[in-house]
Each structure stands twice: as structure tokens, then as C-alpha cells.
């Protein structure tokens, strides 16, 4: 909602969710039981959330970090490194004087794009498994129209395959900086480091430096260079060692933080549930088809313990065993790539419906352990054709529920 504030400047007033609806990572910022390097990416989420309910109105100024920071219940420091993250992901920028605050910004398709190519090339992926993963979102677009989650997986992709091609062309796409990185010393910097990380360095758990070295290296002041480590933070690259011999040091990264860095492009772009979960429903397919495929005993066995534990489980466990199961099918695919668009695309339809969530009913838990066994027993007999039907039978008992109860199940 709008409120006009003194000067006569039209403001945005953010109001958080009630935690109670908000799910597991929200609750606990209200408890205080999340690590303190986990609550300023945990604020920016919820400061996300908020601007999306609002419709995400570009160009729209918020309020300052302290009135802010009282309405989220944080502290003003919390806030500000909060603020620091949206500007780092091109969602917004701090606007300082009389009529500071939050200025929202669309988060640019270019800059989503190298946060989710520099993901897959930190975490080991391989240009063949990228390859097919854009075969494969790219061969079943309809009609040549790109919804937003296709189009900034398959730009993702592209980045990701120019690091391999002849060097000038990944040069040329080095040197083409999202306007939001550039205009900032910080951001800047993070990616000038973010390009000589490689996987290995990663797996090896490089050091990077002191911040001091790294101040003198990019030439930099130190609130800077501690900035533009945080940003490498939050995309999950580095940890901060503390003590005499500590440092900052490279690590592997883990999905999360890439699927944290997308929302607020999918959100700004307008991507619909709909679009989002038919891919990830195409993917589901293609995952249980492989399995099935397979014949493996050992993946069998997996998927038959987790249907299993599907059928004597209560309430939301039969809905995170089920996505167990699924992640399961998807590691057993083979394609890391197209694993993380899933869980991308997923994670955005639970942010993006988690609100006034519902309890989930019986008749849905039975409908759903039921049309999984039909899917497992499918892949235990090899049979792909049935693994497939099963699936959709799963898609087709989601389908089937109100939003309130697909925000619940998510």
C-alpha cells in the first residue's frame, strides 16, 4: 500500500507476513534460532516477498532502513544488509537524504543469468550437461513463446557455455556487466573475483586472502572489499574464517543460494505458478522416465523405502517425503543442471503461494501416496511409458487443490 509521507513524497509501506505463514526459515528469524549469516539473506527474502505481494512497482521508493527495520522486527544493521543484497541482485537501491529508502528496481535478465552460469560452473556441472538441458527446455517451448523461468534458464545456459568457447566471444560476454554490477564498487568487485573461481578451487577450498589482501589487490577500501565478500557469501562461494591464520576461503556452493538469487527476477518479470510448475512437471517426467529406464536396483530400492515412508507418514511429512522421492529421481537422471531449474522454479511457486496456507486434508495425502505408488511400481517394473502416466497422476492430484492448499503443501 501507499502512504504519502511529509516531504510530499509517495512512499511504499512494506509489511511483513505473520510468521505463522511464512514457513520454517521465517519463523525462525522471529525465534532468533537462524545463524547470524543466514538472517540478513533470510531478511532480504522476506523484504522480496513483501515487494511482490505489491505487485513489484519499479521505481517505487520505500522506507527508510530504521522504520523498516521496526516493521520486520530487526535490527537497522540487519536491515542495511538486506538493503545491500537487493542491490547486489538488482532489486532495488538505497536512496540516502530527506526522502531515503529502498528504491525498487527490475532485476535485469543478464545479471539472473551470470548468477545462475557462475552457480553451475562453481559447482563442477559440465558443458555436456548443459548442453542438454537447453535441448531440452529449448525443443519443448510452445509456439516459440519463452515464459521468464524458461528464458533466464536458458540464458543461464548460454553464459554458462560462452566460458568455453573461443576466448574472445568469453571475453566479449565477461566485459558485457549488467548496468546494476558495473554502477557498483562492490558488485564490481565480486565479479571480477567470481570469474577466477573455478570448480576445483572450490572442491580444494582455496584461500582467497585476508580482507586486507584483497583491499590491496582490487585496490578497494575496506568497507568495500567487506561488501563484496558478503555478495560472494550469499551466492554460497566463500565462508569467513576468524582467528590469527583466518581468511576468506572458497567452498563448494550449494543450490540455495542460487535459488534465492532467482526469486527476485521470476517475481519481477511476472512469472506465473502455472508456467513455473509446467516445466517442472516436464522435468519430473523426463526424471521419472530415466529411472524407469535404468532398471536399477539400487534406485528401486530407494524409491520403494521412500514410498513407504510416504504411506505411514502424517500431515506435511507425506508432501517433504514425496519431494524427497523426487529428488531423488532427479539425481538419479544425471543432469545437475536441469535439477537446479527444477528446484528453481519450485522454490518460487512455494514463496510466491505461501500465504494464508491451509492444513492439508486426508483425502489429498491418500490421493497422492496412491498415484506415487502407481509411479514406483511403474519404475520398479522398467516400464517408462507408466512411469510417466504415474507422474502426471501425481501432477493431476496437486492440480486438483485450492491455492490455499497448494501454499500448504509446498
Not at 182 to 205: D, F, K, P, V
Request: glycine residues 10%.
Amino acid at each position: 500500500m501507499r502512504t504519502i509521507d511529509p516531504g510530499g513524497g509517495a512512499r511504499l509501506v512494506l509489511e511483513p507476513q505473520g510468521v505463522e505463514t511464512r514457513g520454517p526459515e521465517y519463523a525462525a528469524i522471529a525465534k532468533g534460532s537462524v545463524a547470524p549469516w543466514r538472517l540478513g539473506p533470510a531478511t532480504a527474502m522476506a523484504l522480496e516477498d513483501s515487494i511482490q505481494r505489491e505487485g513489484w512497482p519499479e521505481g517505487a521508493v520505500c522506507e527508510s532502513e530504521k522504520t523498516m527495520a521496526e516493521h520486520f522486527g530487526v535490527g537497522v544493521r540487519l536491515m542495511r544488509q538486506a538493503f545491500r543484497i537487493l542491490q547486489a541482485r538488482g532489486a532495488g537501491r538505497p536512496q540516502r537524504g530527506r526522502n531515503g529508502g529502498l528504491v525498487v528496481l527490475r532485476p535485469d535478465l543478464d545479471a539472473a543469468a551470470a548468477a545462475l552460469a557462475d552457480n553451475l560452473r562453481w559447482g563442477g556441472v559440465t558443458p555436456e550437461e548443459v548442453r542438454e538441458a537447453r535441448d531440452v527446455l529449448a525443443s519443448s517451448q510452445a509456439g516459440g513463446a519463452v515464459d521468464p523461468g524458461r528464458a533466464l534458464a536458458l540464458a543461464g545456459f548460454d553464459r554458462f557455455l560462452a566460458t568455453f568457447a573461443a576466448p574472445s566471444e568469453a571475453l566479449r560476454m565477461q566485459l558485457q556487466l549488467p548496468e546494476t554490477i558495473r554502477a557498483n564498487r562492490a558488485s564490481h568487485m565480486a565479479w571480477i573475483i567470481g570469474q577466477g573461481i573455478t570448480h576445483e578451487r572450490c572442491r580444494n577450498g582455496d584461500r582467497l586472502g585476508s580482507l586486507w589482501d584483497l583491499t590491496e589487490k582490487h585496490d578497494v577500501s575496506l568497507a568495500v572489499a567487506i561488501d563484496a565478500i558478503r555478495i560472494l557469501e550469499d551466492a554460497g562461494v566463500v565462508i569467513c574464517v576468524k582467528g590469527r591464520s583466518g581468511g576468506v576461503n572458497l567452498k563448494l556452493p550449494q543450490s540455495e543460494a542460487v535459488i534465492a538469487l532467482m526469486h527476485g527476477y521470476l517475481a519481477a518479470a511476472g512469472a506465473a505458478e502455472e508456467q513455473c510448475v509446467a516445466v517442472c512437471h516436464q522435468l519430473n517426467i523426463r526424471a521419472a522416465r530415466k529411472a524407469a529406464e535404468s532398471r536399477s536396483a539400487k534406485l528401486v530400492a530407494l524409491v520403494d523405502d521412500l514410498h513407504r515412508r510416504m504411506a505411514i507418514a502424517k500431515g506435511e511429512t507425506v508432501m517433504t517425503t514425496w519431494y524427497e522421492l523426487q529428488k531423488t529421481l532427479h539425481d538419479h537422471a544425471g543432469n545437475r543442471a536441469l535439477h537446479l531449474i527444477t528446484r528453481c522454479l519450485a522454490a518460487y511457486t512455494v514463496r510466491s503461494g505461501a500465504i494464508d496456507a491451509q492444513p492439508l486434508g486426508p483425502r489429498f495425502l491418500d490421493n497422492m501416496v496412491q498415484a506415487t505408488g502407481v509411479m514406483v511400481a511403474a519404475i520398479r517394473a522398467g516400464d517408462a511409458a507408466a512411469a510417466e502416466q504415474g507422474q502426471c497422476l501425481t501432477r493431476r492430484v496437486l492440480d486438483e487443490r485450492s491455492p490455499a492448499q497448494r501454499a500448504a503443501a509446498a
